[in-house]
């Protein structure tokens, strides 16, 4: 499976009086989404399905990236990707019911994302880069991920180099 971790763009400030799990988006996060999903299109990504976090932050930027992207599809929102889980609840109530599907994006937060990736990839990488979008490829649990590529905004095409990933 061709597995596509997100981290949530650039919401409001933590400084705003918001609750936590309302925080928006910035515009710029609502720019960099969209961006995203559009290079995601442009390196001829198809998916099945994409899976929030039930924050306002992660399932906007979901949104963006699913237009950038051409994902005609519903997004399912899923509490495995709160901020306060461990990745190892993500790989079984998030990842793993869905190992039939070709493609998935996962959207969700830091540090749980990079945490997840390490586990998948079985080494420790950087902490993702807001709006970042890792590609691995992952055939179940008895072996590690591959790291594929990565892209974010800024980039003007996906990398091979793990440490942009941060």
């Known amino acids: 499976m061709d597995l596509f971790v997100i981290r ?3 919401a409001v400030d933590t400084t705003e009086p918001i609750e936590d ?9 609502r720019r960099e989404a969209l961006e995203v999903g559009k290079a995601l299109r442009e390196a001829e990504v198809s998916l099945d399905a994409i ?3 039930p924050l306002v932050r992660a399932i906007e930027t979901a949104e963006l990236v699913a237009v950038g992207l051409k994902f005609e599809g519903a997004l399912d929102v899923a509490v495995e990707l ?11 109530e998030a990842v793993l ?9 996962i959207v969700g937060h830091e540090p749980q994302l990079s945490s997840l990736v390490g586990a998948l990839l079985n080494t420790a990488v950087p902490g993702l880069a807001k709006t970042a979008a890792v590609r691995l490829v992952w055939d179940g649990l008895d072996a590690p991920a591959r790291f594929k590529w990565v892209v974010k905004p800024g980039l003007s095409k996906p990398s091979r ?3 942009e990933i941060g």
């Open 97 to 105: 019911p869905r190992s039939d599907l070709r493609a998935i994006a």
């Open 82 to 92: 709160s901020p306060s889980r461990h990745p190892q609840s993500v790989i079984e």
């Open 51 to 53: 899976i929030t976090s």
């Open 8 to 10: 949530h763009a650039r």
């Open 161 to 163: 180099d793990l440490t």
């Open 21 to 29: 799990a309302l925080r928006p988006l910035t515009a710029r996060g």
